[in-house]
């Protein structure tokens, strides 16, 4: 009887450590700056401690950089969902919402865009 205990504790051990390791913590894992380089723009964001700033400097046009800044929450393992709005430094206050998704550690989809962890 005892040892039929000891190896369901163990086995339940062992199963909450694997749920527990598989959650993993997303939020820590999206935290730095990303990099888009497109044929129209170079799109940088920096993500950390629930906030996102995102900034589009134009390519082919003399465009001003549009920089926007906000917050994201989780909305499931892997995808969250973000507010942002432009900058202070606009007369436009359009804001944006959308969603961004961790592909792996080093990329990440935010809005259709595929982004590379730069640090």
Partial sequence: MKSRRKLLLTLTVLFIGIVLSACGNDEKDIEGYWSNESSDAHT???????????????????????????T???????????????????????AGVGEFKI?????????????????
Avoid: M, W
């Fill in 103 to 119: 592909i792996d550690n080093k990329h990440l989809e935010i809005e259709g865009r595929i982004f590379e962890k730069v640090k």
């Fill in 44 to 70: 940088t964001a920096h993500i950390s401690d629930g906030e996102i700033t995102v900034n589009v400097l134009p390519t082919l046009s003399s465009e001003d950089v549009e920089s926007y800044s906000g």
């Fill in 72 to 94: 994201f929450e989780k909305k499931q393992k892997g995808v969250f969902k973000f507010t942002v709005k432009e900058s202070e430094e606009t007369n436009n206050d359009e």
